[in-house]
């Protein structure tokens, strides 16, 4: 079950000091849940676990999230919030499973494999939290006629998110070798198509969401061809970086 999940605290920051680090003002109102969420974020990513890799690149988006919406009209805000939280549940639930040993959901199972390096892990969790992730949030934490209308909310924060986009490629690139000579041969064109994916991955998403309380036979056709495409990434990522 999808909820507050509760994980060891290795190098906690006051509440004092999650606001000082994300840059938002001591007066601001941000939410406990948000708070709670980023303490959490914060917990793995100064943890020895795997999951520390994805969980510093989320931690850094989410406090991008809360102060993207940090000054956006409440019914804004009220979609994001429970979005991010409910979204961040399934990382979380993930991270928790690998810790106490538990059963990894399928989506996550390629990134929890051994000896990968940073980016591969990072590349990894981007691409199980996005494309299987989204649409649970979205199923079980909202009706169609509210994912309908928080579909504008949804799409305004992926001008953030290409910025985070943009930066991780950045320090991919830096990092690898491999990232260099991609970016050679396609004269920077890969770059180009992954800020392409980001919004088509997060915009089927949506859709898949929809169709989910629609047609539901067209719905796990779907879905059945996601899961083809996110695990030939899988294996790219894995064998090839």
């Known amino acids: 079950m999808i909820g507050h999940i509760h994980l060891p605290v290795v190098k906690p920051f006051l509440l004092a000091g999650?606001?000082?680090?994300?840059?938002?003002?001591?007066?601001?109102?941000?939410?406990d849940d948000e708070i709670n969420l980023?303490?959490?974020?914060?917990?793995?990513?100064n943890s020895n676990s795997v999951s520390k890799y994805f969980g510093s690149l989320?931690?850094?988006?989410?406090?991008?999230?809360?102060?993207?919406?940090l000054e956006k009209e409440n019914k804004e805000r009220e979609f994001i919030h429970r979005f991010e939280i409910r979204f961040a549940a399934f990382f979380l639930r993930s991270a928790e499973a690998y810790r106490s040993g538990?059963?990894?959901?399928?989506?996550?199972?390629?990134?929890?494999?051994?000896?990968?390096?940073?980016?591969?892990?990072?590349?990894?969790?981007?691409?199980?939290?996005?494309?299987?992730?989204?649409?649970?949030?979205?199923?079980?934490?909202?009706?169609?006629?509210?994912?309908?209308?928080?579909?504008?909310?949804y799409y305004k924060f992926e001008k953030s998110l290409i910025k985070i986009y943009r930066d991780f490629y950045n320090e991919s690139f830096e990092s690898n070798r491999k990232i260099r000579l991609m970016s050679s041969a396609t004269g920077g064109l890969d770059k180009l198509y992954g800020k392409l994916m980001l919004g088509r991955w997060r915009k089927r998403q949506i859709e898949l969401a929809l169709l989910y309380?629609?047609?539901?036979?067209?719905?796990?056709?779907?879905?059945?061809?996601?899961?083809?495409?996110?695990n030939r990434i899988n294996r790219l990522v894995i064998h090839n970086l």
Not at 58 to 69: C, E, G, I
């Open 18 to 31: 999650i606001i000082m680090a994300i840059g938002i003002p001591s007066s601001s109102q941000v939410s």
């Open 38 to 45: 980023l303490k959490q974020l914060d917990s793995i990513q």
């Open 58 to 69: 989320y931690f850094k988006t989410t406090a991008d999230a809360v102060n993207f919406f």
């Open 102 to 153: 538990n059963s990894i959901p399928a989506e996550w199972e390629s990134y929890y494999t051994d000896s990968l390096s940073p980016l591969q892990y990072k590349l990894l969790g981007i691409n199980a939290h996005i494309n299987g992730d989204i649409w649970q949030a979205l199923t079980t934490g909202f009706t169609p006629d509210e994912i309908r209308a928080g579909r504008k909310s």
């Open 213 to 230: 309380f629609s047609n539901k036979p067209k719905f796990f056709i779907r879905l059945r061809k996601i899961h083809e495409k996110m």
